[in-house]
Each structure stands twice: as structure tokens, then as C-alpha cells.
């Protein structure tokens, strides 16, 4: 008797419940699971940053800056561009360095994310990416690199 009323128990246990929070299901236990492919972007040193979730995998990245013009200021270009032939031997394994069109540099990096995930480890990712990016934002800005253009990010309202 007393075997039936724990089968019977058992049975009767709600199934755990998932929570839509933006992009994510919540779990129970404070797992999350992406329902599409989430971005989460924040400032960093006034830079912005973003992080792309994709099959357990966080893409990072930040506009670390911009190379000055050669109009506006031709000695800083020279120096900027001597500094960026020796950076990207120095960054972090896995972390790239790129030159975009319109003169602004990103850093990049991507990692792997627990699983199963969680607010603290995505967290967790970001402010470690961005401790990590400080060294490079001081070499960058000693070197002469301008602001990159402004504009809000996409996604991100000025409070």
C-alpha cells in the first residue's frame, strides 16, 4: 500500500515549468535555453560590446576603436597603424583583431558556454571579456586611436 501512494505521488509531480525572459526559456533550476539566436550588448569603457549565443558558444566582441584619418591627423595614423602590426600576436588565444570599412577596429573572441547554461555564467563571460579587454583599450588609445563613430547600438536604449 504504502508503494502505491509513492508511485501515486510521484505521478501526480507537476512536470517543470519553463518561463519565457526574452529570448530564453528559464528552467526550474535557472538553466537557460536559447529560443532563437540571442544578442546581449552592454558599454564597456564607452565601446560597445556585444555577446551572440549560438549552440553553446558565446561570440564576443567589442569596437576597441577607430584609426585616425590622415587629414585629421596624419602623425597619430603613422603610430596607430605601426601599433597594429604588432598587436595581434599578443592577444589572448582565440582572440582576432579586425579592421573594418569604415576604419573602426573590433576585437573578437569566442568561447565555449556551460551547460547547461546560466545567467551567472553568461555573466560571468562578459565581465571577464571585458577585464580582458582593458590592456588592449590602453594600448590602442596610447597609440592614437580615435572614438569610434557614434550612435546608439542597435538594441540598446540610452537611459
Known amino acids: 500500500m504504502q508503494a502505491a501512494a509513492e508511485i501515486a505521488r510521484e505521478g501526480a509531480r507537476q512536470p ?4 519565457p525572459h526574452g529570448p530564453f526559456l528559464v528552467e526550474a ?4 535555453h536559447a529560443r532563437e539566436t540571442p544578442s546581449l550588448r552592454f558599454t564597456w569603457r564607452g565601446r560597445g560590446c556585444e555577446a551572440r549565443l549560438d549552440a ?10 577607430a584609426i585616425p584619418y590622415t587629414a585629421e591627423s596624419p602623425g597619430l595614423r603613422a603610430g596607430m597603424l605601426a601599433a597594429l602590426g604588432t598587436l595581434p600576436s599578443e592577444l589572448p588565444p582565440g582572440w582576432r583583431l579586425r579592421l573594418l570599412p569604415d576604419h573602426r577596429l573590433r576585437l ?3 568561447t ?3 551547460a547547461p547554461t546560466t545567467a551567472t555564467a553568461l555573466v560571468g563571460q562578459l565581465v ?13 588609445d596610447s597609440a592614437g586611436a580615435v572614438s569610434p563613430p557614434s550612435g ?5 536604449a540610452k537611459t
Not at 553553446?56 to 576603436?65: C, D, E, Q
Not at 571577464?128 to 590602442?140: H, M, T
Not at 546608439?152 to 540598446?156: E, L, S
Request: charged share 20%.
Open 108 to 110: 573578437e573572441s569566442e
Open 29 to 32: 533550476d535557472g538553466s537557460l
Open 16 to 19: 517543470e515549468l519553463s518561463i
Open 128 to 140: 571577464g571579456f571585458a577585464l580582458a579587454l582593458d590592456p588592449y583599450l590602453d594600448r590602442l
Open 152 to 156: 546608439a547600438m542597435p538594441g540598446m
Open 56 to 65: 553553446g558558444r558565446m561570440r564576443l566582441s567589442a569596437v576597441a576603436g
Open 112 to 114: 565555449a558556454l556551460p
